[in-house]
């Protein structure tokens, strides 16, 4: 089971971002927890300087912007 972390204060582009992962769960066909993170040590804890970020298994992989869908299906595959 994948984790997916989202970082950020619960602004409206954080909400965008969690949908944006769930979609992508759909899409990718994986099994996932998404998990949302809006205590700012933590996030600063990950190097997320800019909200809303990603992160995926332990990896950040987006800080800043609202990645598509498609792009985070892809990195739900990336190591099945």
Known sequence: MKVIEV??????NCQKLEKNAREAVTLA?????????????????????????????????????IPNPGDIAAWLTESR
């Open 7 to 12: 970082l950020g204060p619960g602004c409206a």
């Open 29 to 65: 066909g994986v099994e996932a927890e998404i998990v949302k993170v809006t205590d700012y040590r933590e996030i600063a804890a990950h190097g997320i300087l800019s909200t809303p970020g990603l992160i995926i298994d332990g990896v950040v992989r987006s800080a800043g912007r």
